[in-house]
């Protein structure tokens, strides 16, 4: 008969044994975290870009749809992943990208565009912002400025450094970043969410400015999961912001979304409240959407609302002025995609916003994969008033214009 | 044998000198490591045949701008075009995989279909592992190739587009390495 000693010292040494050839599951990459177990089986995933990019001569230019009165060409291409845009004193089109390294410029010389490899070796380039001469860009972890860069676009100086530290774990998830320039002088860029849903830290789900005389972090709003576009309205001079809610909660919910800032440190609710009314099945628990600011509308689900601008433009008709809009790069968190398009949002005296289709037609097959040929990245208005949109997908800028 | 050595090192230096030459995009010039068609014979060097044609770009891509380094194909990308880079791309990825030459361990057969399940590696590369879109197809790739990959990823000392992989490969040990690795280079792609 065995001692119950050795019967418990036996049935400890087996169940360790089973702990080392069971080895815990694996922590999911960012995107998937968050997953519930009723979806583990589910294949979708985000797509990454063509990162050589694609000649717009294999690509079914002929789907684009855009409004009667307008069209909409091909204005330059073969610029890695371009994704954020800004535009310089003197009509250079500086261009950025997340997966790479490079800032690229696109020169206008009459009628055709070269493009330039300006910036190397940056890490993760996603933000750029052009004020008064100087190009600023935000990286991964630090935002820099290149003063006077479109008279040496061929040999930039080394850039100066507006702020750094802005990464310190090396989060993953959300760590690329969009960058503007306030009407105060001041450069405003997110941090976003180390993951799909988890506590940020005390820096992260939030969009910041910085003085770049003085480079001391302010906070602007709270409870901001991702924004990659935000621009100010021309009359009020209000931040407004796009926000890219959680993902697996299903299709059609919580919705992606639009958001004035009217006070200073707002909370936009996540991780606890998504689109302003829905409570988050984890972090929501014993709280209230009540306690957070509403979003100026509801753009869809997964939709992935990036760049967004006011039009101050002058060759749309005058209905279209100060009207925003707004890129979206998604869906991919949904069974039947949606999105794929720039978008018109008009907000009347009262503050009601209502959301049109502006350019469509990259969508081509919500059930394939992938769904589609392109992606809107980022909206640019520039000085003759045509609006130019970017397609990290093929590396390709177009430009929207009244036709003739 | 010293003789055949040194003949492989004047082939490859001949090679090398005709890369740098007139035609960059030539597909045969990959074939000197990568193999004939892109089906490679040593376990150390990828295979490139069958593999989606935007796997190749990305990778090209990220050997010419520094993502990824190696002192063979860093220089063999510095030169390429974005549009060589896709043309090669095509070419290999219309090439068909050749039948792997590696045989897995009994263990490893048993085990592969479980692990490449727990550790979220048919979540991207597919059921079959044969790849997608950005994603490589694994199944018959390199052993060594395979192993040299995923230490980098957990060391996250290898270039990881999104961070998918340096997140997948962070809790795997060693001996999870060698059995996936082991598991994966035997797979058929067909």
């Known amino acids: 008969m065995k001692s119950p000693i050795s019967f418990a010292v036996a049935a400890a040494f087996s169940i360790s044994a089973l702990a080392q050839d069971k080895p815990a599951a694996a922590p999911p990459p960012s995107w998937q975290q968050g997953k519930p177990a009723a979806l583990a089986e589910s294949t ?32 330059a291409e073969g610029i890695p992943e371009a994704r954020s845009l800004a535009l310089g004193d003197k009509g250079t089109v500086f261009v950025s990208n997340r997966n790479a390294s490079s800032v690229y410029a696109v020169i206008d010389k009459g009628g055709k565009r070269e493009v330039k490899t300006v910036l190397k070796g940056l890490d993760s380039p996603n933000g750029v912002a052009f004020s008064k001469g100087t190009l600023y860009v935000a990286e991964r972890g630090r935002i820099t400025r290149y003063d006077g860069i479109e008279n040496q676009l061929d040999k930039p100086s080394e850039g100066k450094v507006v702020i750094d530290n ?57 409870g901001v999961r991702n924004s990659v576009g935000m621009d100010w309205n021309p009359k009020t001079k209000e931040l407004w912001f796009t926000n890219h809610a959680r993902d697996w909660l299903g299709d059609d919910s919580p919705n992606d979304t639009l958001h004035r800032v009217s006070k200073p440190g707002a909370n936009f609710g996540y991780p606890f409240c998504h689109q302003g009314d829905i409570l988050d099945p984890e972090y929501g628990k014993n709280r209230s959407c009540a306690e957070f600011s509403k979003p100026a509308l509801k753009l869809g689900a997964h939709i992935a609302p990036l760049g967004m601008r006011f039009y101050t433009g002058k060759m749309f008709p005058a209905e279209y002025q100060n009207n925003i809009f707004i890129a979206m790069h998604g869906s991919w968190n949904r069974t039947t995609k949606q999105g794929y398009n720039v978008m018109r949002v008009v907000v009347d005296e009262k503050g009601n916003a209502k959301m049109q289709p502006f350019l469509t037609g990259f ?10 040929w392109g992606r ?8 003759d008033g045509a609006l130019l949109v970017s397609d990290d997908y093929n590396g390709i800028l ?7 | 044998m010293i003789l055949a050595r040194i003949n492989a090192a004047a082939a490859a230096a001949a090679f090398l000198f005709l890369a740098g030459a007139a035609e960059a995009a030539d597909p045969n010039l990959c074939a000197a490591c990568h193999g004939d068609a892109g089906n490679s014979t040593n376990p150390a060097v990828p295979s490139i045949a069958q593999q989606p044609a935007q796997f190749i770009s990305t990778s090209l891509f990220m050997f010419r701008e520094g993502n990824r380094k190696d002192p063979q194909m860093s220089p063999m990308a510095a030169n390429l075009s974005n549009a060589e880079m896709n043309e090669l791309a095509k070419f290999f990825a219309e090439q068909k995989a050749a039948p792997p030459k590696h045989k897995s361990s009994a ?7 479980e692990l490449t399940k727990k550790f979220n590696c048919t979540q991207c590369h597919g059921a079959k592992l044969l790849g997608q879109q950005h994603i490589p197809r ?11 990959q995923l230490r980098g990823f957990k060391a996250g000392t290898r270039a990881d587009i999104d961070g998918n992989m340096t997140s997948a490969a962070e809790p795997l040990t060693e001996k999870d390495i060698e059995a996936l690795t082991d598991y994966l280079a035997g797979l058929s792609a067909q």
């Open chain 1, 376 to 383: 809107p990245v980022d909206v640019l208005v520039m000085k």
């Open chain 1, 363 to 372: 969508l081509t097959d919500e059930k394939a994969d992938p769904p589609m």
């Open chain 1, 398 to 404: 177009y430009r929207v214009s009244r036709a003739k």
């Open chain 1, 166 to 222: 802005l990464d310190p774990s090396r989060q993953p998830g959300h760590f690329w970043k969009f960058l503007a320039m306030g009407p105060d002088g001041k450069l405003y860029f997110n941090i976003g969410a180390p993951g799909n849903i988890v506590m940020p830290n005390y820096m992260q789900a939030s969009i910041n400015r910085v003085d770049p005389a003085k480079g001391v972090l302010e906070n602007v709003a709270l």
């Open chain 2, 138 to 148: 694994i199944a018959g790739q390199q052993f060594e190739y395979l192993k040299v």
């Open chain 2, 107 to 113: 263990a490893s057969v048993q085990a592969g279909p």
């Open chain 1, 44 to 75: 979708l995933h985000p797509f990454a870009p063509h990162l050589t990019g694609r000649p717009s001569k294999d690509l079914p230019l002929d789907k684009l749809k855009v409004p009667a009165g307008f069209k909409v060409e091909v204005w």
